[in-house]
């Protein structure tokens, strides 16, 4: 730098203050980036002397040259452009460059350099044996412009989510790509920076990439949304999302796109749980059916078992002892065994369809050993064993049934009382008809095994619930009352009392027929059927005379 201050008294006296050309300066070899220099802005005072002029550019200069010796690089360029601004001498130039070189300011130093070289006269010669010769150094400065302009700028993004892509964009061109977190070479400029991931909402923002240095920049992207849309059944259940109440019944929000666990929970009912994908900009609408809570039957079947195994035990006792005493121990041993028997040879948690099934089937045992062994007519011998017999094989045969079916509590129902509706049909037609005792068993266990195979085709077919099964029950007995009242109002307006039973028998069976069919229809909406039924169209052709025709009618699948 000592050279520039003889230079600088040399071309003042020799060339003058005007050596140094005015006007728009070239911006050089980057054509990307317009850098304004500060020495573009210089306002020289006309009204000082030459040597004013060259007093305050060596001052300017020396304390710049100081500052550069001490690391004040910053202070350097304002001292140096200050003296160039004085003493426009090209060799400032460098100098410049030189400062912001030292400051990592690298576009600014390649503006000055260019500057610098555009500005060597073509004649320069060396001023002494010490200096540097002016063409000489202009092809090394020219170089070095070359070697600072391969500096790249790093650039690196750290985005969320993690694994966002990133791309660094220039004249809709991409530069360079890469994830969040990777380090981006890219050359000195203007740039765009592009930060995207399916799901988010694709974030831009323009940047400034200076040669050699590095930039971390930091984005959060924001989600797209889509929406949820979920209900529960029944309507007052209690509904979660990823395991927070969000409400009760239904649930419809806008939320990011992603999976998700939702839930619903009702008293009586299992809990539901369902994991969703929700898409960004789409809806995802989800009903949410609870299953009612399975009811355990086990305390139902302890207790008919030890009924039932004390009433079979003692009938089965009179077969071969006609001693009181003997078919008393006989139930009591009965008690404790059908008692052990249901304990440990059935599940704690056996369902209540297997339960109501079982107790079913052992009452159909007991009821069709009784009816058999009045047709056979053989007295006690035969009816004591048969009835016992049958409570017994009828609550085995049961439960190996229900344990493989696993019938719910409704269709155990349906079949309870279709046996007992049944059993009780079979009843009323015998005092319609007042049959002899063998043909009056006929008809009660011809009526049991009907209603029995009514129940079962029934559960088959309709989903009926152990509620409305209890209803139709209900409604079943009210008919038989009815009927009977009937028969009362009847008998009062003609004065006439019936002396058999028939006409009573007759009145309650159509009671009852109408009071099971009437507590059908008024809760059909309870259940729906299993039964599709479908209206089909079709056409057919006459055998005799080849006309063809077009019948109407349903369809369904058994």
């Known amino acids: 730098?000592?050279?520039?201050?003889?230079?600088?008294?040399?071309?003042?006296?020799?060339?003058?203050?005007?050596?140094?050309?005015?006007?728009?300066?070239?911006?050089g070899f980057i054509d990307k980036d317009v850098l304004r220099l500060e020495v573009d802005d210089c306002t020289p005072d006309q009204n000082v002397t030459k040597d004013e002029l060259l007093k305050r550019g060596l001052e300017y200069y020396n304390r710049g040259e100081v500052l550069y010796l001490q690391g004040d690089y910053k202070g350097a360029v304002s001292e140096l452009v200050r003296s160039y601004c004085q003493v426009?001498?090209?060799?400032?130039?460098?100098?410049?460059?030189?400062?912001?070189?030292?400051e990592l300011?690298?576009?600014?130093?390649?503006?000055?350099?260019?500057?610098?070289?555009?500005?060597?006269?073509?004649?320069?010669?060396?001023?002494?044996?010490?200096?540097?010769?002016?063409?000489?150094?202009?092809?090394?400065?020219?170089?070095?412009?070359?070697?600072?302009?391969?500096l790249p700028a790093k650039i690196r993004v750290q985005a969320t989510p993690a694994d966002a892509a990133v791309s660094i964009v220039q004249?809709?061109?991409i530069r360079a790509r890469g994830t969040s977190g990777d380090e981006l070479?890219?050359?000195?400029?203007?740039?765009?920076?592009?930060?995207?991931?399916?799901?988010?909402?694709?974030?831009?923002?323009?940047?400034?990439?200076?040669?050699?240095?590095?930039?971390?920049?930091?984005?959060?992207?924001?989600?797209?949304?889509?929406?949820?849309?979920?209900?529960?059944?029944?309507?007052?259940?209690?509904?979660?999302l990823d395991k927070r109440q969000v409400g009760t019944g239904v649930f419809?929000?806008?939320?990011?796109?992603?999976?998700?666990?939702?839930?619903?929970?009702?008293?009586?009912?299992?809990t539901y749980s369902k994991v969703v994908e929700v898409l960004p900009d789409k809806e995802t609408s989800i009903t949410l059916q609870l299953q009612a809570e399975p009811e355990f039957g086990r305390k139902q079947l302890l207790l008919y078992g030890t009924i039932g195994g004390a009433l079979s035990a003692g009938l089965l006792a009179n077969v071969t002892s006609d001693n009181p005493g003997v078919a008393g121990l006989s139930a009591l041993g009965g008690i404790g065994a059908g008692f052990l028997a249901v304990y440990y040879g059935t599940p704690k948690n056996l369902a209540l369809g297997t339960s109501s099934l079982t107790v079913t089937s052992s009452l159909v045992g007991g009821v069709s050993?009784?009816?058999?062994?009045?047709?056979?007519?053989?007295?006690?011998?035969?009816?004591?064993?048969?009835?016992?017999?049958?409570?017994?094989?009828?609550?085995?045969?049961?439960?190996?049934?229900?344990?493989?079916?696993?019938?719910?509590?409704?269709?155990?129902?349906?079949?309870?009382?279709?046996?007992?509706?049944?059993t009780v049909a079979g009843g009323l037609f015998t005092l319609s008809f007042e049959p002899g005792p063998q043909i009056s068993a006929g008809l009660v266990l011809s009526g049991l095994g009907m209603g029995t195979l009514g129940g079962v085709l029934l559960q088959r077919y309709f989903t009926v619930s152990r509620g409305r099964a209890a209803l139709i029950?209900?409604?079943?007995?009210?008919?038989?009352?009815?009927?009977?009242?009937?028969?009362?109002?009847?008998?009062?307006?003609?004065?006439?009392?019936?002396?058999?039973?028939?006409?009573?028998?007759?009145y309650a069976l159509g009671g009852l027929a109408a009071g099971l069919i009437l507590g059908g229809l008024l809760t059909r909406s309870i259940d729906d059927p299993k039964l599709a039924v479908t209206p089909t169209i079709n056409k057919t052709t006459a055998a005799a005379n080849g006309t063809s025709g077009t019948t109407i009618g349903i369809a369904g699948a058994f």
Request: with cysteine.
């Open 105 to 150: 300011e690298y576009g600014k130093a390649i503006a000055y350099f260019e500057r610098y070289v555009l500005a060597v006269p073509t004649d320069a010669q060396k001023r002494d044996q010490c200096s540097p010769d002016p063409q000489e150094d202009k092809k090394n400065v020219y170089a070095r412009i070359h070697v600072l302009e391969k």
């Open 473 to 506: 029950d209900a409604s079943g007995v009210v008919g038989m009352v009815l009927g009977l009242a009937g028969e009362n109002l009847v008998e009062q307006a003609s004065g006439t009392a019936s002396k058999s039973g028939e006409r009573t028998a007759n």
């Open 252 to 270: 419809d929000s806008q939320m990011p796109g992603g999976r998700y666990t939702i839930s619903a929970e009702a008293p009586d009912h299992m």
């Open 185 to 240: 070479i890219v050359p000195g400029g203007p740039y765009n920076l592009v930060v995207e991931h399916d799901g988010y909402k694709t974030a831009t923002r323009e940047i400034h990439a200076d040669i050699g240095k590095p930039y971390t920049y930091f984005e959060q992207l924001e989600p797209r949304l889509g929406r949820l849309k979920f209900r529960s059944i029944p309507g007052d259940a209690r509904l979660f």
């Open 171 to 173: 004249s809709n061109t």
């Open 1 to 27: 730098m000592r050279a520039a201050v003889v230079a600088l008294v040399v071309v003042v006296f020799a060339r003058g203050v005007a050596a140094q050309p005015s006007g728009e300066a070239s911006t």
């Open 88 to 102: 426009p001498f090209y060799s400032l130039l460098k100098d410049i460059g030189q400062a912001y070189e030292r």
């Open 369 to 422: 050993g009784g009816a058999v062994a009045a047709m056979l007519d053989r007295g006690d011998n035969v009816s004591y064993p048969l009835v016992g017999g049958g409570l017994l094989l009828g609550a085995i045969g049961g439960y190996y049934l229900a344990d493989r079916t696993r019938p719910s509590p409704g269709d155990s129902a349906v079949i309870n009382s279709g046996a007992l509706w049944g």
